[in-house]
C-alpha cells in the first residue's frame, strides 16, 4: 500500500471498519510525510468452499459467476456495471447464508433467480446450460413458465426489463 502523496509504503492504520458487506474501509496515516488517505480493501472470503454436484469441493470463486453471466448476457444489452451489481447481490446472499461451504446448486439457483428478473434471455441461456435440460419439452416448460411469470409481473417487469 503506497502513500499516494509521497510513494512510500509505511504507513499506520488509524481507523477500520466495514464499509460494506465485502469491503473495509480504512484510513491510514503516511509515516515519511504524515498525510492521511483512504483505502477500501475488498475481504477475500478464501475459506469458502464450493461443494459441487458430485461431491467435490473446490475453492468459491466469485470470477466464476462472473463470467458465466458474463456468458449469458453476451451480446445483450447489460453494461459491465450491471453484471458486478448482480454478482455483488448473489455473493452478499451466499455470504450471509454460508460461512464455510456453500453446495454449488445453490450458487446455480441464485443466478437465475437474479437473472430472470433482469433479462429474460440471458436466463434461459444460463438455464439451459446449468439445468442441462434433457429434451426440448423441458426447455419449453421452462420458457412457459417463464412467460406465466412474466404475465403476472406484467407492470412490475417492466421497469426492470427495459
Ligand atoms: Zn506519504
Known amino acids: 500500500m503506497k502513500c499516494p502523496y509521497c510513494g512510500k509504503e509505511m504507513n499506520k492504520v488509524i481507523d477500520s471498519r466495514q464499509a460494506e458487506e465485502n469491503s473495509i474501509r480504512r484510513r491510514r496515516e503516511c509515516v515519511s510525510c504524515g498525510k492521511r488517505y483512504t483505502t477500501y480493501e475488498r ?86 446450460v446449468y439445468r442441462e435440460f434433457k429434451d426440448v419439452n423441458t426447455f419449453m416448460d421452462e420458457i412457459k413458465s417463464l412467460l406465466e411469470n412474466k404475465e403476472e409481473n406484467k407492470d412490475e417487469n417492466k421497469e426492470e426489463n427495459k
Open 43 to 128: 475481504i477475500e472470503n478464501i475459506d469458502m468452499m464450493v461443494i459441487k454436484k458430485d461431491k467435490k469441493i473446490e475453492p468459491y470463486d466469485r470470477n466464476k459467476i462472473r463470467s458465466s453471466i458474463i456468458r449469458s448476457c453476451h451480446k445483450r444489452t447489460a453494461t459491465v456495471e450491471e453484471i458486478d451489481k448482480l454478482v455483488d447481490g448473489i455473493e452478499n446472499k451466499i455470504f450471509n447464508m454460508y460461512t464455510k461451504e456453500v453446495p454449488a446448486e445453490l450458487i446455480g439457483n441464485l443466478v437465475m433467480d437474479a437473472l430472470k428478473n433482469f433479462d429474460s434471455v440471458a436466463y434461459v441461456r444460463f438455464a439451459s
